[in-house]
């Protein structure tokens, strides 16, 4: 299974640069995607994120799971775009939006996410004399992502309990026992980030 | 090995009478508690770091009142828990290790090294850039842990750190804070694995029970269930 956004562990150059550079990257590749007004333009940006992903080594079959949710918003905004506006404009609206998100995914599936979060935190440096405390912001950001697989976990379970007893599906009957559970969880993270010293 | 104190514990949720008349010295290497469901074992082994304070009474390790010097006994004292997932904070392994030494004041680099020379002891270094969330419930245990015994603690409280495990991976779990230099304090239903323990202490709704050698301890245990 391939999670999206998960750091793909290797030793290539792109693992090597500072995320910071990456980051910036990122931007003027999206600025460039979204200003290219020609199909060729795009096809050329298509090339380089390929050779991004060569470059990293990453397997097709992850940088495939990268894109493959994306298909039916693909599906969808190609046909609207088809109909309303032209071929040539799907092709051009489809294309940026496919290869925005491969760039992100090529950040991501070459940093740790340790490394995003110190950025994040040297950025946030600033704002400390408004009280923003970088550190705690960081922390936070870990957390949340930490936790996508908990709550991922704690839908599963509470869709399968309502199977197994053959309720139908309401919003209400998997919202309550899911809520109970995932605040159970953040009470037991709590009690965990105070035992591992987080309140020092 | 440090001196865990209890001192004319109470202890109460609501009305609900969870702990009663608690008094007792701790100080060996190994220390089994058990008791049924309820009989406030959980509530015990978190007032030794200061998760759970007193209603009455106090709790020290090593003179420090858990209560008041919270901070520093937490720095002596590490935490295991039932459920792995709760207490893994960070999204790959090698960073969850690293995370307990953010405030350890060492350098990048060191703190890399220590978090290697950490998940090769525990077998996890192939694992060092895996999603934590990925890993066997055995690993994440044992994830945990190391995460835990990287900051040096003198004890370590596990309050049944086995519960969710197959007996396989229970028995890998148990060996392994059983054979650490480190003491001890293990919550457990698993009495077979308490036989080297040096004292085993039963809890039956509240009270001290039994209190001895683990032959003995276990056996009151037993004929309590009867
Ligand atoms: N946070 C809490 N609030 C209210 N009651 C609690 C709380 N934690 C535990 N209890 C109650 O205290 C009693 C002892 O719980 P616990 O120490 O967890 O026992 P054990 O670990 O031996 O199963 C139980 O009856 C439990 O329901
Ligand atoms: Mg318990």
Request: hydrophobic share 50%; net charge positive; proline share 4%.
């Amino acid at each position: 299974m391939t999670v999206i956004g998960l750091y793909h562990a290797g030793s290539s150059v792109l693992h090597r640069v500072p995320a910071g550079w990456k980051l910036l990257g990122m931007l003027f590749a999206i600025v460039a995607v979204l200003a290219a007004s020609r199909p060729w333009q795009l096809g050329v940006a298509a090339l380089v994120v390929t050779g991004g992903f060569a470059l990293a080594r990453i397997p097709l079959r992850v940088a495939w799971a990268q894109l493959w949710p994306l298909r039916w918003v693909i599906l969808f905004v190609g046909v609207f775009q088809v109909i309303f506006s032209g071929p040539e404009r799907a092709v051009m609206v489809c294309g940026s939006l496919l290869i925005t998100v491969a760039v992100a995914a090529l950040v991501t599936l070459t940093t740790r996410v340790t490394e995003m979060l110190d950025v994040c935190q040297r950025l946030l440096r600033p704002l400390r004399r408004f009280g923003v405390d970088p550190d705690r912001v960081g922390l936070v950001l870990a957390l949340t992502i930490r936790c996508i697989p908990l709550l991922v976990d704690i839908v599963r379970e509470v869709s399968e309990a309502r199977k197994a007893r053959g309720t139908g599906f309401s919003l209400r009957s998997m919202a309550g026992p899911a809520v109970v559970r995932a605040l159970r969880v953040a009470d037991a993270m709590g009690d965990a980030l105070i035992a591992r010293g987080v309140d020092d | 090995m440090a001196e865990i104190r209890f001192t004319a514990v109470h202890h109460r949720f609501g009305d609900r009478v969870v702990l009663e008349d608690l008094d007792l010295t701790l100080s060996e290497h190994r220390i089994g508690i058990v008791g049924a469901n309820g009989s406030g074992k959980s509530t015990m082994a978190r007032m030794i770091n200061g998760l759970v304070r007193p209603t009455s009474g106090s709790v020290t390790v090593d003179g420090l009142d858990t209560t008041a010097k919270g901070r520093e006994v937490r720095r002596r004292v590490g935490f295991v828990f039932t459920d792995p997932d709760n207490q893994i904070v960070m999204p790959t392994v090698a960073e969850d290790v690293a995370f307990s030494l953010r405030r350890s004041g060492l350098t990048k680099p060191e703190i890399a090294q220590r978090t290697r020379e950490v998940l090769r002891r525990f077998d996890l270094d192939e694992h060092a850039d895996h999603p934590t969330h990925l890993l066997s419930g055995g690993q994440k245990q044992l994830l945990a842990i190391a995460a835990v015994l990287i900051t040096g603690p003198d004890v370590i409280v596990a309050d049944e750190p086995t519960t969710l495990l197959d007996l396989r991976n229970a028995r890998m779990v148990n060996d392994l804070l059983a054979g650490m230099p480190e003491q001890v304090v293990l919550v457990t239903h698993h009495l077979h694995l308490l036989e080297r323990f040096d004292r085993v202490v039963v809890l039956d709704s509240g009270r001290v029970v039994a209190d001895g050698v683990p032959d003995s301890a276990v056996n009151a245990y037993t004929r309590l269930l009867a």
